[in-house]
C-alpha cells in the first residue's frame, strides 16, 4: 500500500472516530445513577444526608471546573458555549471541538495526498477547520435570530391583547410561550423558567437578551422595566412597539432590495479569480503547479488571498446599513 493510500485511510478513520465521539454523548448507566442521586438528595430528611448531598455538589462543581475535559482547553470558553446555545441545536463544546479536529484531519490529509507542500497543506487545513464550523455556527445563529425577529411582534400582540383580557405579565408569558413555535416560544418559555425558580422579572428578560443579542427583545425589555418602574398603561405601550418593531423590519426589507446590486457585483468579483483559477487547473494543471511548490508563487498567492480578502470586506461594511 502506498503513501496516499495510507493517509486517506487514516484520515478516514480518524474523521470517524472523531464524529463517533463527539455523538456518542454521555454514558446513560452514569446519567441514570445521576439522576437517581439528585432525587435522593431532594427528599432527603435528616440533617447529615442534606449536608452530604450538598458537598457532593461541591466535588462534582469543583471536579468539573477543574478536570481534564478537552473543552477546559478552549481559549474564551464560555463565549464560544455562548455562541453554540444561541443555535439553539442543543450542542455542547467537544463535539463542536471534535468536528473541528475531524474537517482539519480530512482537509489536511486530502492536500497531502495532492501532493501540497507540507507547510500550505497545514495552513489550508487550520483555516477549513477553524472557518468553516465557525462560518456554518454564525449562519445558523443568524438564520435563528432572524426567524425571532421575524415572529417577535406577533408575540408582542399576542401579549397586548392577554394584558387587556386581565391576565398577569407572566401569564401572558406562558400563553406566547405555549401559542408561538420556534425561536419566540423557546425563549419565552426559558424567561418563565428562570422566573419560577426565583429570579425577578428584569433579571429572566436581561439574560434572554444577552443570549439574543437582538436590539428588538433590548427594547421590550427596557420598556417592560420603565413600566414596572413608573407605571402607565402597558398594554398600549407593548402596541407601540409592535407597530415600531414592524416598521423597523420593513425598512430593513426596503434597504436589502437597494443593495441587493452592490451585493451581486461584490460576490461576482471575488468569485471571479477562484472560477478562473479552477477552470485553468481543470484544463492545464503544469500551468498553475508552481503556486504549490515554488516558494515565491506561494507567498504571491498568500498576498493576493490576503488582498482580497481586504477588499471583500471594504466592500461588505459600505453595503452593511444599520437601522
Known sequence: MNLPMILIVTATFVALAMLILAFAGPSAG??????LASVRDRHAASTEAVVAAQMRKTIQAVGGRGGT?????????????????????????????FWCMGLFVVATGGLLVL???????????????????????????????????????DAIDL??????????????????SQELPGPVGEEFKGVIERIRIGNTMEAALQ???????????????????IQRETGGNLAETLANLSEVLRKRAQMKLKIRAMSSEAKASAYIVGALPFFVFGVVWSMNPEYLAGFFSEQRLIIAGIGGLIWM??????????????V
Open 207 to 225: 439574560e434572554t437578551a444577552e443570549m439574543i443579542g437582538t436590539p428588538e427583545f433590548q427594547f421590550f425589555c427596557i420598556t417592560i422595566s
Open 159 to 176: 401579549l397586548v391583547r392577554g394584558l387587556k383580557s386581565g391576565l398577569p405579565v407572566t401569564e401572558t408569558f406562558q400563553v406566547v
Open 309 to 322: 480578502t481586504i477588499g471583500a470586506l471594504i466592500m461588505k461594511k459600505m453595503i452593511s446599513f444599520e
Open 115 to 153: 501532493r501540497t507542500p507540507f507547510l500550505l497543506a497545514v495552513l489550508a487545513g487550520l483555516m477549513v477547520g477553524i472557518g468553516l464550523p465557525h462560518a456554518y455556527i454564525g449562519k445558523l445563529v443568524a438564520k435563528r435570530v432572524q426567524k425571532f425577529n421575524t415572529r417577535f411582534p
Open 30 to 35: 452514569k446519567a441514570k445513577s445521576r439522576r
Open 69 to 97: 475535559n478537552i473543552s477546559n482547553l478552549v481559549p474564551r470558553r464560555e463565549l464560544m458555549e455562548k455562541r453554540l446555545r444561541r443555535t439553539g441545536k442543543g450542542w455542547n463544546l467537544t463535539q463542536y471541538i
